[in-house]
């Protein structure tokens, strides 16, 4: 699952990491960088020099501020779902939220590990370890919320995911808000907006990309866009 910002000024490269369905990342933020990080439905944990947080699930495209001068960042990203039982925090608390680590672990424990990942050659193998210690230690993630994933993502109904798992509606909600940090509805949008992306950004035409992810036409992606991404379909290509 991407999150990367919209291609833009930052240097940006990831890659597999060897936590199961994670992704390591690096990119590093030059002045007027202020790129939007789209809504991906997954949640991500970041270092920059002296500093290690967390990136909530988002429903709005987030727009850091200008750096000012090149600055290093190395993430973790975690696919939907599985973040909150390494990181022991239901995903809904950090909804649309950039959250300081030490607010959900040991003050110390934070410390030690930001001073680590600071003096290592590379931060994001550093930071890799941490997620890799965390979650050796944590409950793995409940295998039906990748199912679920999968199902909207393929444009299920809401109903018929619910049943496929074996929950009611109002479960799969509320476990939905744990996991996801909202409700399958709007994981559901999430999930289509960066299919339909993903498939222009490999050359589809919008209308061919929208009807392809499950829109009803080319302006109801654009709609789509405008409201999630914060920009236009076209300025949004264009970048």
């Known amino acids: 699952m991407t999150r990367r910002p919209v291609p833009g000024t930052a240097a940006y490269g ?10 390591v990342w690096t990119r590093t933020a030059v002045p007027g960088d202020t790129a939007p990080v789209l809504p991906d439905g997954c949640m991500d944990l970041l270092w920059t020099e002296g500093r290690l ?4 699930p988002d429903t709005r495209a ?3 501020d200008d750096p000012g001068g090149p600055k290093r960042y190395a993430g973790v990203r975690f696919f939907p779902g599985t973040a909150p039982s390494y990181l022991g925090v239901p995903a809904h608390e950090l909804r649309d939220r950039r959250v300081d680590l030490a607010d959900l672990w040991s003050g110390a424990e934070v ?12 931060p994001s193998t550093a930071l890799e370890a941490v997620a890799l210690d965390r979650a ?3 409950e793995p993630p ?4 990748r199912a679920v994933v999968a199902a909207l993502s393929a444009g299920r109904s809401v109903a018929s995911t619910a049943d496929e798992a074996g929950w009611s509606e109002r479960q799969l909600h509320r476990r939905a ?11 559901a949008r999430v999930l289509r907006l960066q299919r339909a992306l993903g498939l222009v950004r490999g050359g589809t035409p919008p209308a061919d990309a929208a009807a392809v992810a499950g829109y009803a036409d080319q302006a109801h992606l ?11 379909l076209g300025e949004l290509l264009r970048r």
């Open 14 to 23: 990831e890659r597999a990491s060897r936590l199961t369905g994670a992704v």
């Open 53 to 56: 947080f967390v990136a909530g």
């Open 62 to 64: 987030y727009a850091g």
């Open 111 to 122: 410390r030690r590990l930001t001073e680590r990942v600071d003096a290592a050659p590379d």
């Open 136 to 138: 050796a230690e944590a």
């Open 142 to 145: 409940d295998p039906r919320l």
């Open 177 to 187: 808000l744990t996991a996801f940090g909202y409700g399958p509805k709007t994981l």
């Open 222 to 232: 654009a709609r789509e866009v405008r409201e999630l991404a914060g920009t236009p």
